[in-house]
């Protein structure tokens, strides 16, 4: 039922203008006006007045929410739903149904609170907000990916861009879209609509609109001046997860010492288990996606189209009706108003019951006509093609223990809005003032001890690289200004670890917090965070759960006694969902006639920039950790001893992290929760691995210092960590994290060769002191492109300087870590070079791609990302250095897995592979002591060593046995080749088979324009040409058919020219007219090099190819395509005229060309 029209009732209008001038408080106090105004007396339904005393002071909230159904709505319509010009006396009148009236609440008094005068805070939420018939609407976006309404979609998919793109990399440009064309032509007269009918007594404190959702907050202007907004945000769970039709806006209002959050939903539609289940979801999604703004305040609002239906299904897992049966079952309960049996089908209150979201949260149960799906006009008329459902709703919370809590007055659908298919809803909330604190001021210090904790049922997300729960408790205050000290000093504010159980406890330990509790400011609100922690190395520590504390509760409990103890029992939270259960003990004693002491506060501005000399205890806490996260990154037990050797040489670390704009290039990947690969940007997959190493720094006590190439548009520039004194250690870890995940790439230049040259500067005048000692510095640059010059474009010029530069660091104590964060080949190939030439210097990718790289060399590892984690940080070098570069020999192979699983100079040792039973069956039994890997190339599981493949690439001769036949590597197959070019004979050419293979290319690149000459001829050698015809070509034939030695197909001529050569190498016999496999060519490209080729001149750079074994194709699907690609750069790096020697014979050019011919030919049909 509507509430009175305006013009019914005048009644508060005089009590305004008296009141206009008086309101000052930041709660204000609700009264009555004793003397009503002629109008009120004349009024049949005037309210009876109540003494101004009996009224109770506070917040009055309304909340409203809305589906416009992509129409504007009527003026008629606003005034039916939301309070005209805030008026409460709109919404709270006789008229009012006593359905819409919450139970316990009385109509006649509504529990004492004032009903005259404006509503205090005013929050309203719209879903399907932009007006009219676009194609960024629902309705439109749904025809659009449907194949209706083909005009529209031909532009939007021009303004788009190429559907066909991942998806990700539409996200930005869809968002934009569709907020830029929402402001300009769907929600600007809805926004002056609304902010007109609310009226100019308000402000609006936020608006926020995302895709078709849109939030309005207004606030009454005498308290505006102590409100503030904080955590506006936004998460999209549409199409994709980046449609903005479905999702959610938060932010939270402070007003006073009081936090409201406020959390407008569009969630999934659909009738049936799968998209309730759907709805679940969603809502976890999005509470994670706006970083849980219920937990952080005093009371949540929580309200939109959360599209839960009424279903027959007794549970989630119980059997789902025919829908029809639904429909009928429905229609018949809503013509009966049988609420009660509405009530007990409404998967809305199913999900609270079973806590599967938005735990501790209440909504006013059923008792009015449901508010979807109606015909657009006035009063209820069901559309029965759907089953009518309470689609619209709002749900409140108080976290809050003191005895205040938010008290639900009036909550109702309106069926007089006529302009959607919605009927939208309304809630009218009191939140009063806070009891009087009577401090005693003989206890200004509170003493509590928590102990004994215990969890239990603990629920981790899921983890994509391990599956154990190793649990710390952390414990943070709210204000934090009330923590005097702690006595953690060595774990301040949490407890020890506990692996591998989700029920731990700490039985005996003690967390003590001094607490000022002299300020009545600083205590109202107080909260007491105890955060439930998976102490996790490798991805970072994440939340399991959160227990909120009201420690103002707590105070005022404990202010008429001098100890006073209780029993604690809580539930974690996560994302709104139950996750487990905290026990512990509360003591709580005073000290009396004591103040609280001055903290000692460091001077601004003073920071020493030099390494903290760690006792002998903190040395032993630095190795503790170090072996701690080597357990973390499932690393063997033996690395231990290198890393410790690098970390006691390393006297300190510099990053410089490049935040050009091309960063936000989305073409990196982070590993999901299920394993997959999750396309993001290029500065967040960077951001999370400067995040990982910045925590290692301050837990291990590295000292680095982080540096970003250009200046930021906020905040810092350059941060350390563990550079001064510890105590600053968690507040550095945190700026980091706040720098990397706020921060947004905006610069175009990549002055890399700046920095460096700052760096040689200041490392130069420390080189004697660090060389005396021992001593080196790491230097990891983290880029994604070539250093540019003065005009900020990258240049030959600027390439030269920096490599210059880099080349004359080699001469200092400095070891130089090149972090790429791109797969230009340009870019890799030049920083690729540096890395092959200086032994101090190291060039890495990501995870995926570097674990890509070692496998085309060392395919009987597995590329661990515990390794990779130390190679970035500059702690794993030697041998390490050359899994991505070449295949190790059997001695470097004897030296890597000793190193790897005992430990540098431990013994026993590793037998070594000259006696391969022995050395195999040693290596065996280490490998069976680790973890299973995550392999990246096989997408599963592995051991670190693949002991069957390392047997076929490498076991001798004479061990083989009745073994499967080993797969040479071409290295070891070139005499043999040179066997069968003397013992055998190529069949001649037809006249046909010169003319086709004599055709030009069409692939030929500009760049080898001028090294286009062929060889001289001679008498026994014909044109040659290794240009296929285009139209033979072998794809991805099975990489298992590759024969076990890259040898010549058939027999070579008695006078074997460098044509027939190529020829055998590249085609299939007998007929010679197909390609070979692509991973053919790679594997088999040393057979064209002399010694083996006798037909081309020696070259020293036909020895700085490393060849690629057999073993790496036997793989599949994505695998095979991402190691083909991989291969194929490296063969294109090799051959490019950069790289090739400038005193090249004709023919040895002339090989180099064709070879790059038949790659190019091979590689166009393969990887498309």
Known sequence: MPAESPGNNTH???????????????????????????????????TATTSSSSCRRGLRIFIGSA????????????????????????????????????????????????????????????????????????????????????????????????????????????????????????????????????????TMMAEYQQGEMVFYLFVRNDLTSISSVTGLQAHNCGIGSVMANKGGIATILTVGTTRLSFLSLHLAAGHGLKHYEERNSNMGEIIRGTHDPTLSVHHAFVFGDLNYRFSLAPSSTGPEPPEEDTRLVCQTIVDAEDWATMNKHDELGRALREKKILVGFQTHPI???????CERKQGVHYDYERIPSHTDRILWKSVEETPRSVEALLYEPIPDFSTSDHKPVRGVFFLPNRPSLRLNPEKTILNLTLKGFKCTNLRPASNPLHSDVDTYLDFQLQPSILELKSNNKQRRGRTYTINSTDNPSWPKEDVKFQIDVSSKKEIHGAYLYIKCMNDNAVLGDSLLGTVVLDLEHIIRRSLGVIEWKDDVERHFLRSGKDVGKLFCGIDINWDKNRRPHQQPTRARGVRSKSR?????????????????????????????????????????????????????????????????????????????????????????????????????????????????????????VDQVHRIMTAGTPAVGKTPLLECISDFKNDISREASQLSSKGKHVTLVMCTQGLPTGRTGSANLAA?????????????????????????????????????SKLDNCECIDDWWGESLEVYLHNPWLCYGFGMHRLREAGLLWGLFNNLDERQLDLDEIHQFATSFFIGENESPGLPHPRDWKSFMQSLSELVKKEKLQWNPVKKKRTPWIN??????????????????????????????????????????????????SSRPSQRRNQQHEEHRKPPPKTAAEKEPSAKPSQQNHQQHEDPRKLPSKPTPDVAPPKEVTLHDVLRSWSHQPPNFEKLHPLH?????????????????????????????????????????????????????????????PKDLTETQSFLFRAIWDVILESEAPTLK
């Not at 951001?687 to 906020?714: D, G, I, Q, R, Y």
């Not at 797969?823 to 030049?830: A, G, P, Q």
């Open 12 to 46: 508060g209008h005089d009590g305004d203008k008296r009141r206009r001038d008086r309101r000052t408080s930041s709660l204000p106090r609700s009264r009555n006006i004793s003397r009503q105004s002629k109008n009120d007396k004349n009024n049949k339904n005037a």
């Open 67 to 202: 589906n416009l159904g992509n129409a504007l709505p009527d003026p008629d319509s606003l005034s039916a739903w939301l309070p005209h010009h805030g008026k409460i006396h709109h919404v709270l009148n006789p008229n009012v149904k006593s359905s819409s009236v919450v139970e316990g609440v009385s109509k006649e008094s509504w529990n004492n609170v004032d009903i005259h005068g404006k509503i205090e805070v005013i929050a309203v939420g719209m879903q399907e907000s932009v007006a009219g018939s676009n194609p960024l609407t629902a309705t439109g976006l749904t025809a659009l990916f449907t194949g209706t309404n083909i005009k529209e979609r031909k532009s939007f998919t021009n303004a788009l861009g190429d559907l066909g793109k991942p998806i990700d990399a539409a996200r930005t440009k869809v968002t934009e879209m569709i907020g830029t064309q929402a402001e300009v032509g769907g929600t600007k007269k809805l926004k002056e609509r609304v902010t007109s009918h609310v009226g100019e007594d308000y």
């Open 367 to 373: 008792r009015t006509c449901p508010t979807y799906r």
């Open 612 to 732: 903290v000399k760690a006792s002998s205890a903190e040395s032993e806490k630095s190795l503790l950790y170090l072996s701690h996260y080597m357990t973390k990154l499932e690393m063997p037990s033996g690395v231990l001893s290198t890393v410790v050797r690098n970390y006691h040489s390393c006297e300190k670390r510099y990053w410089y992290i490049d935040n050009s704009s091309s960063m936000k290039k989305i073409d990196s990947h982070l590993m999901g929760d299920n394993f997959e690969r999750i396309k993001v940007s290029r500065w967040e997959e960077l951001s999370e691995c400067v995040c990982f190493h910045s925590k290692m720094s301050a837990k291990c006590f590295l000292p680095t210092t982080f540096s970003l190439m250009n200046s930021p548009s906020s905040g810092s520039q350059q941060f350390d960590v563990c550079c001064s004194n510890e105590s600053d250690v968690e507040r550095e």
């Open 799 to 835: 390439l030269r300087k920096f490599t210059h530069s880099v080349y004359s660091l080699s001469k200092l104590p400095v070891k130089i870590v090149i972090r790429l964060c791109t797969n230009d080949e340009k870019t890799t190939r030049s920083y690729n070079g540096l890395d």
């Open 947 to 996: 002991l069957s493949k390392l047997e076929s690439m490498y076991q001798p001769a004479q061990h083989r046995g009745n073994a499967r036949a080993p797969r040479e590597s071409p290295r070891s197959s070139q005499q043999q080749h040179q066997q069968n070019e003397k013992a055998h004979k190529l069949p001649s050419k037809t006249g046909a088979e010169k003319g086709e």
């Open 1080 to 1140: 053919h060519l790679l594997v088999t490209l040393p057979t064209t090099f002399p010694p083996v080729n006798e037909r081309v001149e020696p070259h020293e750079y036909f020895s700085k190819w490393t060849p690629i074994s057999g073993e790496v194709f036997l793989e599949s699907g994505d695998e095979l395509d991402g190691l083909l690609k991989r291969a194929t750069r490296k063969v294109k790096i090799f051959l490019h005229p950069d790289k090739l």
